[in-house]
């Protein structure tokens, strides 16, 4: 597989480490994933993904891995679409737009200073979400297609 991205093995070694993880080869390979694919993937998706490689993976571990993910500021649970909860390592803070259609979650980059917290006062904010819903790019493209042709 060749990967243009330049996140190593050992740069997600040293981060999990940093953040007082202990990096086991399905953590560091759940992280790989999760970085590789910014799609906003399941547990399902995870496993589904991963568990070729590692035969020993199970279900439970990646869904526990991401809750210690999750406690550990590395990934965010992100709202639930069709029942299942999705995950986003966290970047820079950035919006989502949720698509009614085909249930895909995309990033929004935010230009404005929604996420300056500082209005918010003695409250201790730990995780912001905004999200955006209705008919994506795509569904209006396809949408406006079958429009013409009906
Ligand atoms: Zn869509
Ligand atoms: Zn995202």
Do not use: W
């Not at 050992?10 to 970085?35: A, M």
């Not at 906003?40 to 589904?48: A, G, K, L, R, Y």
């Not at 999705?86 to 979650?105: E, M, T």
């Amino acid at each position: 597989m060749s990967e243009t991205g330049a996140i190593s093995i050992d740069k997600i070694r040293g981060f999990l480490e940093s953040k007082g993880v202990k990096p086991s080869f399905q953590r560091l390979k759940i992280l790989e994933y999760l970085l590789k694919h910014r799609n906003h993937p399941s547990v399902d998706t995870i496993f589904q993904a991963l568990g070729d490689d590692i035969p020993t993976l199970s279900k439970t571990t990646v869904y526990n891995t991401l809750s210690l993910f999750t406690q550990k500021g590395i990934v965010a649970s992100l709202t639930v679409v069709n029942n299942e909860l999705r995950y986003d390592v966290l970047k820079d803070p950035h919006a989502h737009f949720q698509c009614a259609i085909c249930s895909r979650l995309y990033d929004i980059p935010l230009k404005n200073d929604l996420f300056q917290t500082d209005f918010i006062e003695d409250h201790q904010v730990e995780d912001i979400q905004v999200t955006f819903k209705g008919v994506c790019k795509n569904c209006l493209k396809s949408r406006n297609v079958l429009d013409k042709t009906s």
